[in-house]
Nanobody, 125 residues
């Protein structure tokens, strides 16, 4: 059974950092491109970052550029989202999704084949 599992969410103070993990089961993380998305109450799910299956390309949402980094650890079969300089606006449930190819559409949700259950991030003082 193919599944994705996110972890690493929690509470952080403004200016702090968190690292989220996305671990697939049923396939290797390098077989699929992975996208990190987030959703706040009343808002649509938005792209945070995405990494191509071979790690050769990355894209970031405008609001996180320069603060967040997506990377892949093949040995651990894990895709990470390193989040630095967090602000209250980063409060959301974060989801990882997986898709077998790569293209401009990675910034949208409707092509992703698998999703995790999400991990909540709350940034407040």
């Amino acid at each position: 059974q193919v599944q994705l599992a996110e972890s690493g969410g929690g509470d952080a103070q403004p200016g702090g950092s968190l690292r989220l993990s996305c671990v697939p089961s049923g396939f290797g993380s390098s077989d699929y491109s992975t996208g990190w998305f987030r959703q706040s109450p009343g808002k649509e799910r938005e792209l945070v970052a995405a990494i191509k299956y071979d790690g050769g390309n990355k894209v970031y949402g405008d609001s996180v550029k320069g603060r967040f980094t997506v990377f892949r650890d093949r040995g651990r079969n894990t895709v990470y989202l390193q989040m630095d300089f967090l602000g209250p606006e980063d409060t959301a449930v974060y989801y990882c999704g997986a898709v077998r190819s790569w293209g401009p559409w990675v910034e949208t949700t409707n092509r992703y084949e698998y999703w995790g259950q999400g991990t909540r991030v709350t940034v407040s003082s």
